[in-house]
């Protein structure tokens, strides 16, 4: 079956702390990719991470790919009231015909 | 560059009509996908179409179809509306089909089904 694990599914947390969403993904992929979503709103593309290693890096947000493991982290660093959002990762599976696999979704509410 | 535009934005319909939604990829993009958005479901995958040829299809039923016109513009067509079909349907446009780069994503289309 081809899914998706984001945990946690909701995080509330105080400015000035980090924290880490996680990825996981349930079949061979070298193509991860991380959105965000304001509320009512469309979806953000943040990283494309196509390669076992790969780390990029916007601003407070740092998200990086272990193709072995099937597992992306998107790490937030001293977080702002700003990143509150809910944040997606989705992947393609290798040998597919390229659609699109989600994850639930990552609730992030940052508190002033 | 202007981004994907998605008409309309709200819609209301009651149970048994059909709806049509519309897509505008960023200009340039020759690869549109749709999918819908609801609570329970999350983020589910309907097609994708490139140069006006479905390419692939997520697993909805019959009802769901979509075409793709020689200017990449695209469109959904839902018939028969059920209730559970109330849902965000997002439009997302890249340059080429099966990535790798990313999708870009409309504002997307709020459908309520009475």
Same mark, same amino acid.
């Given at each position: 079956e081809l899914k998706v694990e984001q945990n946690p599914l909701f995080l509330s947390m105080q400015e000035g702390k980090n924290y880490t969403i996680y990825c996981n993904y349930s079949t061979t992929s070298d193509r991860l990719y991380w959105y965000r979503q304001d509320p009512g709103k469309s979806l953000e593309s943040l990283f494309v991470l196509l390669s076992n290693g790969a780390v990029k890096q916007e601003g407070r947000l740092m998200a990086s790919l272990d193709t072995k493991a099937r597992l992306s982290t998107l790490h937030i660093t001293a977080?702002?009231?700003?990143?509150s959002a809910t944040y997606f990762c989705a992947f393609i599976p290798s040998d597919s015909n390229y659609q699109l696999i989600w994850g639930a979704g990552t609730k992030l509410i940052i508190k002033p | 560059k202007a981004g994907v535009t998605q008409t309309p934005r709200y819609l209301i319909k009651t149970r048994g009509q059909q709806v049509t939604l519309s897509c505008s990829p960023i200009s340039g993009h020759r690869s549109v996908s749709w999918y819908q958005q609801t609570p329970g479901q999350g983020l589910q995958f309907l097609f994708e179409y490139f140069s006006e040829t479905q390419r692939n299809k997520g697993n909805? @039923? !019959?009802r769901f179809s979509g075409r793709q016109f020689s200017n990449s513009r695209s469109e959904m067509n839902v018939s028969?509306?059920?209730? /559970?079909?109330?849902a965000l349907y997002l439009c997302a446009s890249s340059?080429?089909? !099966? /990535? @790798?780069e990313t999708q870009y994503f409309g504002p997307g289309t709020r459908l309520l089904v009475l």
């Open positions: 977080a702002v009231h700003d990143l | 909805f @039923p !019959g028969t509306l059920e209730l /559970g079909d109330s340059y080429q089909a !099966g /990535g @790798p």
